[in-house]
Nanobody, 126 residues
Framework: QVWLVESGGGSVEAGGSLRLSCVAS????????MGWFRQTPGNEREGVAS???????TYAESVKGRFTISHDNAENTLYLQMNSLRPEDTAVYFC????????????????????WGQGTQVTVSS
């Protein structure tokens, strides 16, 4: 069974930092693109960052230079280091995956049972 479990969200002031984690299990991590997405009520879900083992990373323009995606292969864990946070970064953040290739394309990422109801809340106050 595939699991993607996020943690690390919280409330910070503008300019602060948070590090999100996503523990993955139930699939061969190296065969998949991994990505972070975020969503606010009433808005479309948007891709934030993506990566693949041995490949390149991709960032949304709004987070370039502030966020860094990385992974610990041994622990099957995906990270998102978020620095210089802004109030507009406030959202529920999700990790998702899809089979390679085309990791930089946001379409096609999925979560187990298509469940986008969980994730981890990030709140940035001004």
């Amino acid at each position: 069974q595939v699991w993607l479990v996020e943690s690390g969200g919280g409330s910070v002031e503008a300019g602060g930092s948070l590090r999100l984690s996503c523990v993955a299990s139930g699939f061969k991590y190296s065969n998949y693109c991994m990505g972070w997405f975020r969503q606010t009520p009433g808005n479309e879900r948007e891709g934030v960052a993506s990566t693949v083992i041995g490949g390149s990373t991709t960032y949304a323009e709004s987070v370039k230079g502030r966020f860094t995606i990385s992974h610990d292969n041994a622990e099957n864990t995906l990270y998102l280091q978020m620095n210089s946070l802004r109030p507009e970064d406030t959202a529920v953040y999700f990790c998702a995956h899809k089979p390679k290739p085309y990791c930089a394309i946001w379409a096609g990422y999925s979560r187990p049972n298509n469940d986008w109801g969980q994730g981890t809340q990030v709140t940035v106050s001004s």
